[in-house]
Structure formats: structure tokens, C-alpha cells
């Protein structure tokens, strides 16, 4: 397990997940961001219509709660979310070299 940091358009959360995630972050965020929302009978909840078009609402939990339900065997958790650090701060020192997507 590896961490990386995850965030909404609103804090940012560190988060424990496998490897493979962690290595490839971007390529699981988009594929669930992208795809799986719009395209799975199981991510029905997140759709919503916006005016005249279905849109999706979710959040980097929800992304986590997709890798655990339905991609991998390891659980992903929540570690911590930080203190005061929103999309657009400098990162704290310590968790500058982690891999970090904005949903």
C-alpha cells in the first residue's frame, strides 16, 4: 500500500491504496471519473440532472468506496485529511512527493 493525496474541489485528504493505484493514480481517477460515473448501471446514485443534461456529483471518497466495491482486492482508507489545505495551496512539505489528483 502507498498513499496518495485525493481531493473535490475542497480539501485534500491522504489515502491509503494499493500499489498499482498509486502508481497509475491518473489513469484509475479518470477512468472512474470519466467512464465508470457516466457509464456503469452501477454508479446510477452519482448521476443528476443538471438543467438539460445528466451530470455526476460525487467526491474522492466515492472514488475510494468504487476501488474497494469494484477494482481491487486491497482495501483503500482514509488516512487523514489536512489541516487548512485546500485545491490550489502549497502542499506541506511532507507530502509534496506523493502522488495527488483533483477530482
Keep these: ?20 493505484v498509486a502508481d497509475h493514480l491518473e ?3 479518470l477512468e472512474f471519473c470519466c467512464h465508470w460515473l457516466h457509464e456503469s448501471p ?5 448521476r443528476v440532472k ?6 455526476v456529483c460525487y ?9 474497494n466495491q469494484y477494482v481491487c482486492d486491497e482495501r483503500s482508507s482514509l ?5 487548512d489545505v485546500y485545491v490550489g495551496d502549497p ?3 511532507e507530502y509534496k512527493a506523493l502522488p495527488y489528483f483533483n477530482f
Excluded: H, R, W
Aim: net charge negative; with cysteine; hydrophobic share 40%.
Design 50 to 55: 443538471m438543467g438539460n443534461v445528466m451530470g
Design 42 to 46: 452501477d454508479a446510477e446514485k452519482y
Design 59 to 67: 467526491t474522492e471518497k466515492d472514488f475510494i468506496a468504487y476501488l
Design 91 to 93: 502542499l506541506p512539505e
Design 27 to 29: 489513469k484509475y481517477c
Design 1 to 20: 500500500m502507498k498513499q496518495v493525496l485525493l481531493s473535490a474541489d475542497g480539501k485534500i485528504s491522504l489515502f491509503s491504496v494499493p500499489n498499482e
Design 79 to 83: 488516512v487523514t485529511t489536512l489541516a
